[in-house]
Every structure is written in structure tokens, then in C-alpha cells.
T-cell receptor, first 111, second 119 residues
Framework: KAGVTQTPRYLIKTRGQQVTLSCSPI?????VSWYQQTPGQGLQFLFE???????NKGNFPGRFSGRQFSNSRSEMNVSTLELGDSALYLC??????????FGSGTQLSVL | AQKITQTQPGMFVQEKEAVTLDCTYD???????LFWYKQPSSGEMIFLIY??????QNATEGRYSLNFQKARKSANLVISASQLGDSAMYFC????????????????FGSGTQLTVLP
């Protein structure tokens, strides 16, 4: 059974640009969550989608947004990038929102 | 207040020995879940073990076991017979009861413990 797939693995952007990250959940999983990991703040919850609906959002500015498609694949978008957005972005999927299984992450560097 | 506390930033263990990674948590919920994840240098968060607050027995998954002491609010991870491939960052996490069925089952993570297995 394939795991959670995140693309791309690495991204380099400059300040002010926008970026879109993609996540394909485990087959049959309808819940997709996104987390940001930085050395200073650790792992922080961004948002979760279930059946194409955002169920909750963490304490992040509106520049961070996401969506989920009918096939449960999810995308996360960050607009007007700032240096502080440099982080590992992890996507997790679960069948019902209980046990979460993570992907390898997308390492975003903002220059 | 910290919801998940991991007091050991770094730990060393000799290969083939057992090691315990500490985790304490804070919640007023009666129903919650506790998780341990392993994160090697590649970045992927690997699910290791899960303990529900109502589970009477400690969870075990192969060489991993969770020493759950509910009254003390601790959920320590025990790795038996350490292997070189166990060297990684280990995170303890908690999922609290959502306010409603529509709420996200988000995880709150601790700061992690870097485990190094010595040959």
C-alpha cells in the first residue's frame, strides 16, 4: 500500500513569490492535515481537510491556504512568501482523522 | 503551558540495549490519544505506536512499547534491543477530543528527543 506522497521534495523561492505544495494521501484516507516544522517553533498544525471541507485551521496568517479535491488529494498554497516561511511542510493522512500517517515532507527555502 | 513535554533533548544508547524516552502531557479531556513518531534525517515522520486514553493495556508494536501511566500523565516510549537504524528524532504527540465532530483531530507535538545509537 503506497504511503503519503508529497511533491516536490525541495523548493527554493524568493520573497514575495507564491508556492503550491501537493499531497496525495494513502488510498482510502479522506482526511488530510498539514503541519509546518521549523527549528524554532517545532511542529505546528496548519489545517485539516476532510471530504473537500476545511475542518479547522491553526494560528497562521491568511497567506496560508489549502484545498482538497474529490480524490482526496490536497494542495497547500503560500502567497507573498516571507523568509520565516522557510520550513519543512508535512502532510498527513488518516481514514477518519484519528491515527495520522505522514509523508516525507516538502523542504521550502525562501531566499 | 506546554501540553506535551519531552525533557530529554538528546539521548545515547548502546546498540542492543533498551532505552526509554520520556513524555508527559497535560489535558483535561477524558478521551485522548497519544502517539510516538520517529523522524530520521530524511524528514519523514514515521508512525511508531498509539495509545488511547481508555486502553487498559500498554500498547506494543514489535520492539516499541508505550509505558502509559495515566495518573502521572506520562507516556514513555521504550525501545528494546536498539539498532543503529533507530538513530533519529523521536516525537511524542497528543490528540485531544475535538469540540465537535467537525473539529480537526490535530496533533500537538513535543519538542522531540534526538536518539543516537552507538555501535
Amino acid at each position: 500500500k503506497a504511503g503519503v506522497t508529497q511533491t516536490p521534495r525541495y523548493l527554493i523561492k524568493t520573497r514575495g513569490q507564491q508556492v503550491t505544495l501537493s499531497c496525495s494521501p494513502i488510498s482510502g484516507h479522506r482526511s488530510v492535515s498539514w503541519y509546518q516544522q521549523t527549528p524554532g517553533q517545532g511542529l505546528q498544525f496548519l489545517f485539516e481537510y476532510f471530504s473537500e471541507t476545511q475542518r479547522n485551521k491553526g494560528n497562521f496568517p491568511g497567506r496560508f491556504s489549502g484545498r482538497q479535491f474529490s480524490n482526496s488529494r490536497s494542495e497547500m498554497n503560500v502567497s507573498t512568501l516571507e523568509l520565516g516561511d522557510s520550513a519543512l511542510y508535512l502532510c498527513a493522512s488518516s481514514r477518519t482523522g484519528e491515527k495520522l500517517f505522514f509523508g516525507s515532507g516538502t523542504q521550502l527555502s525562501v531566499l | 503551558a506546554q501540553k506535551i513535554t519531552q525533557t530529554q533533548p538528546g539521548m545515547f544508547v548502546q546498540e542492543k540495549e533498551a532505552v526509554t524516552l520520556d513524555c508527559t502531557y497535560d489535558t483535561s479531556d477524558q478521551s485522548y490519544g497519544l502517539f510516538w513518531y520517529k523522524q530520521p534525517s530524511s524528514g519523514e515522520m514515521i508512525f511508531l505506536i498509539y495509545q488511547g486514553s481508555y486502553d487498559e493495556q500498554n500498547a506494543t508494536e514489535g520492539r516499541y512499547s508505550l509505558n502509559f501511566q495515566k495518573a502521572r500523565k506520562s507516556a514513555n516510549l521504550v525501545i528494546s534491543a536498539s539498532q543503529l537504524g533507530d538513530s533519529a528524532m523521536y516525537f511524542c504527540a497528543m490528540r485531544e477530543t475535538p469540540l465537535s465532530s467537525g473539529s480537526a483531530r490535530q496533533l500537538t507535538f513535543g519538542s522531540g528527543t534526538q536518539l543516537t545509537v552507538l555501535p
